[in-house]
């Protein structure tokens, strides 16, 4: 029997719009996009040049520093464009698809791999490293892509996502436990592989998945942060390493072990009280979001131009991913490498509400006292958008973070350290087991809005530099 | 028209269509003569307080001004969290002014009580009367204390490119609540200079201060001017009229606090009577106070909302009491353990300024620790040192100092508990 670890700190968010358990497929033909951006810590090389044909798995960008990490295309197809922004950093390289209507079934002219027969712990490694699949793995510390030369004393999987709009991972799973389970025995040739699950899901595959770990976790948001998981089965502690993969990528390598080619196809949640009928749609990772929008907004496609997002006439916030962690995008980018989710809210820049420090609210989402949505109830959903809804301060109240934030760690005065540039100081306050994304509802809860997911990882950033 | 104010859906809820024209009526009215000219005149200003513009130097004040009246529109910047909750520090201040209420609408009755009791026309003082005369006794106080207070905190913000922290909101009106009614204007703008700039400001503002701003306020006056803080008893009860209101006392009237009384010698213990007006409020002490009651219903705002910390107030309260009866039990006092929780300010300092969140302990288990060492000091101070008959003043003084030191030592257990981890794997 699995082990049930309760946790009581945190917070569920309810926002209106989220996805019904139905899921449609949308074409994209036309461009691709892998951003560099969405792997931390990378420094990219590019490996082609516009106009060169790759087929799905072919490199387009690898790690400077391990050459070996390669960053694949997830169509087939002729790279289109290398965009470099300020200073040369590259921003995005896109491919142009060949294959007109993937989600009809027609075949792709993928890569073959051959997934290796004895199935040792080196061998998965090199099929990950080849085929790139290992970019999707990330460590901790730091919250950067995994470095292939550590020797990991973990991989953590976390099969839920706890965040409000988030995709319901036991859904997207039906249908695919096989390589699921598949990507977890493979897994578990690398190191000892725990699969965290929540209380709420039944599934066998999850409860009672192979040659892994299970615990079930109990509780508020972050509750299937991987962060936290990890802090209360297993504790990085300072020297040692951790890895890290979405669950959903866990079924992109059961299904290159299963078939031999790369398919990065993503069952995403479109959601967010802007979206009209929130549902689920089968994606591929870099695919154009404007293919996945098209009239499916509260607001007209027309509506989602440059120049109205400049004005910001009836603007709404498009986030590539999570709406707690994700970034803002445009209807013109492209779905980011680990996102799950695409979820759209208001954006609220035109809101001009009136006396909002004294004014009752009624229909405003508070975890405070001092408005009154507690007395709603859980069940009310709420509509929120982008507004940050005060100026940043010092930090005032204290104990706000640690109500949220469901591992033993201050998470006041970590911030602080970081802040401060204290580097023994954050160690020894356990900066090595946390993400910016841990800090995501404390972030939310915060009266003095600090930007603490910034904030983190600036102080990772900085720290992986010194410690390099 | 566009429309400048709730944003839609924001309206009450349960308002059908039933009182739908009244509600559009009303909106519609709100929204043309109150919200679109304000809106507009903000528009209108900004130009010229923007960076080159004409009246720059007062970017702050404008800003301070625009925040106050509209949310402020800002979303939230890529790469951080894209939603946020409603709470802000304007908020959280507004709603602590809002706790300390009762005690000064109570303080402002009880300036006239006191006046009319020691001008011997307490059976023909009228309630509004009473309260007129104390509103016009303290409202002053109240202006002076702001108009320096922000004055400073308006420039320094100007000064460092800043927003204006709301902090001062609260600390402007506990100051007038934790001086005598007496207290000279002059002085009063001298100490709140002092604490803003010394106590605060050079510390980097609202949540960076060790001290209470209003403590040191106090502070300041108490070791400045010892006598007209409290000296020879003359300075609690107004004695002049203000405005035709209120009464001239025939004589030098002398009327010591509680606690005054009971640091004088041959004092026997209370009589039942001062301890009931004690919770009433209506003895000589500062302005703010003295009414238990008016106290306890702020600390139950700030206890409903979670402001002030429910773990905090209760210790201080627990310190207080158990320091009260041991001292009681060793003979030193003749004040009864309860009496010291009522009486002079340890309720108002135990529910306002012990719960500062600010200068208190901020880890959970630090708060208890905290509060019980304020409790114990404070009684401590009273009981044993003749001096000073109040303590509250000085024991969350000194606590403020050390609580960053109990705090280390809660933190210090978690920092040890991991290194301990590590170094057994």
């Known amino acids: ?468 | 028209m566009k429309s400048y104010c709730f944003p839609k859906k924001q309206l009450v809820p349960g308002w059908g269509s039933k009182y739908f024209i009244f509600h559009f009526f009303i909106i519609s009215l709100y929204i043309v003569y109150i919200m679109n000219p304000i809106k507009k005149l903000f528009d209108n200003i900004h130009p010229y307080v923007e960076e080159g513009g004409k009246f720059h130097a007062f970017r702050s004040l404008v800003d301070g001004f625009e925040t106050f009246a509209f949310v402020p529109n800002t979303t939230s910047r890529v790469g951080s969290v894209n939603i946020h909750d409603a709470i802000d520090s304007k908020r959280i201040m507004s709603f602590v002014v809002i706790a300390l209420l009762p005690a000064l609408l109570f303080g402002m009755y009880n300036v006239g009580y006191q006046n009319a009791l020691a001008a011997g026309h307490l059976a023909d003082a009228t309630f509004w009367g009473m309260f007129w005369y104390g509103f016009l006794a303290v409202l002053p106080k109240i202006i002076v204390s702001y108009v320096v207070g922000l004055g400073i905190e308006f420039t320094v913000a100007q000064w460092k490119n800043e927003e204006i922290q709301e902090g001062f909101l609260v600390s402007g009106i506990i100051i007038p609540m934790i001086v005598p009614v007496t207290c000279p204007l002059w002085m009063l703008a001298i100490a709140v200079a002092f604490s803003v700039i010394l106590a605060k400001e050079i510390f980097g503002g609202t949540g960076m201060n060790i001290f209470n701003p209003a403590l040191i306020t106090r502070a300041f006056l108490f070791f400045s001017y010892p006598s007209a803080m409290t000296g020879d008893a003359t300075v609690w009860v107004a004695q002049d009229t203000i405005l035709g209101l209120g009464y001239k006392s025939a004589d030098v009237y002398t009327a010591a606090t509680p606690l005054g009384e009971a640091a004088q010698a041959g004092f026997q213990g209370f009589a039942p009577e001062t301890i009931q007006n004690a919770i009433t409020g209506l003895i000589p002490g500062c302005i703010g106070e003295t009414s238990v009651i008016a106290i306890a219903l702020g600390g139950l705002l700030l206890l409903c909302t979670g402001i002030a910390s429910w773990k905090t107030m209760l210790s201080v309260f627990v310190g207080g009491a158990a320091t009260g009866y041991l001292m009681q039990a060793l003979g030193l006092t003749h004040i009864l353990w309860y009496e010291h929780l009522v009486l002079g300010g340890f309720a108002f300092g135990a529910v306002f300024m012990a719960t500062d969140p600010v200068t208190s302990a901020r880890t959970e288990c630090g708060k208890y620790v905290y509060g019980l060492l304020i409790g114990f000091i404070a009684v401590l101070v009273r009981v044993l040192n003749p001096g000073y008959p109040e303590g509250m003043m000085l024991a969350i003084l000194l606590m403020n100092l050390f609580a960053s030191l109990i705090d280390y030592c809660f933190v210090q257990r978690n920092i040890n508990m991991r290194a301990k981890r590590a170094a057994i794997k």
Not at chain 1, 81 to 100: A, N
């Open chain 1, 1 to 468: 029997m699995a082990k049930v670890i309760k946790l009581r700190k945190g917070l569920d968010i309810n926002l209106r719009g989220k996805a019904t358990r139905e899921t449609l497929a949308v074409d994209c033909p036309g461009e691709y996009a892998l951003m560099p951006d969405d792997f931390c810590g990378v420094k990219p090389k590019v490996v082609v040049k516009e106009g060169d044909a790759v087929k799905a798995g072919d490199a387009l960008f690898v790690d400077k520093l391990h050459p070996e990490v390669k960053f694949v295309s997830p169509v087939s197809g002729t790279v289109s464009m290398v965009e470099r922004g300020d200073r040369r950093k590259l921003l995005s390289i896109r491919v142009k698809s060949l294959t007109p209507s993937l989600s009809k079934g027609e075949g792709e002219d993928s890569r073959q791999f051959t997934p290796p027969s004895e199935g040792t712990g080196e061998a998965i490694k090199a099929l990950m490293l080849e085929s790139g699949l290992f970019a999707f793995l990330r460590q901790r510390p730091y919250d950067v892509v995994a470095n292939p030369d550590d020797k990991p004393k973990a991989i953590f999987v976390s099969a839920f996502n706890s965040m409000p709009l988030s995709q319901d991972f036991e859904y997207v799973l039906q249908g695919q436990e096989a390589e699921f389970q598949a990507g977890l025995s493979a897994l578990a040739k690398l190191a000892k592989v725990y699969l965290g699950v929540s209380a709420k899901q039944t599934a066998k595959a999850l409860t009672e998945a192979k040659d892994c770990e299970v615990n079930i976790f109990d509780g508020p948001a972050p509750a299937g942060n991987v962060g936290v998981q990890i802090n209360h089965v297993c504790p990085v502690n300072k020297g040692e390493v951790v890895w890290t993969m979405g669950a959903e990528e866990v079924i992109f390598l059961g299904r290159l072990l299963k078939t031999g080619k790369v398919d990065f196809t993503r069952t995403i949640a479109l959601a967010g009280s802007e979206v009209k009928a929130p549902k689920y749609y089968k994606v591929k990772v870099g695919q154009k979001l404007t293919t996945l929008l098209n009239e499916k907004l509260t607001v007209k496609n027309e509506k989602l131009t440059a120049e109205n997002e400049k004005s910001g006439a009836g603007s709404v916030r498009i986030i590539n991913g999570n709406v707690m962690t994700g970034l803002k995008t445009t209807a013109e980018g492209f779905l980011g490498a680990h996102a799950t989710e695409v979820n759209v809210i208001p954006e609220g820049d035109h809101a001009d509400e009136m006396l909002g420090w004294i004014m009752p609210r009624f229909n405003t989402f508070s975890t405070h006292r001092s408005y009154l949505s507690w007395l709603f109830g859980k069940k009310k959903e709420y509509v929120i958008d982008a507004r940050i809804k005060g100026g940043e301060r010092h930090m005032i109240m204290s104990g706000e973070y640690d109500k949220v934030f469901p591992m033993d760690i201050y998470a006041g005065y970590l911030v602080k350290a970081i802040i401060a540039g204290d580097i023994d100081r954050q160690e020894a306050l356990g900066i090595y087991e946390v993400a910016p994304e841990d800090f995501a509802i404390a972030e939310f809860v915060d009266s003095s809005k600090l930007e603490l997911q910034r904030i983190v990882r600036e102080g990772l950033d900085i720290l992986r530099k010194e410690n390099a």
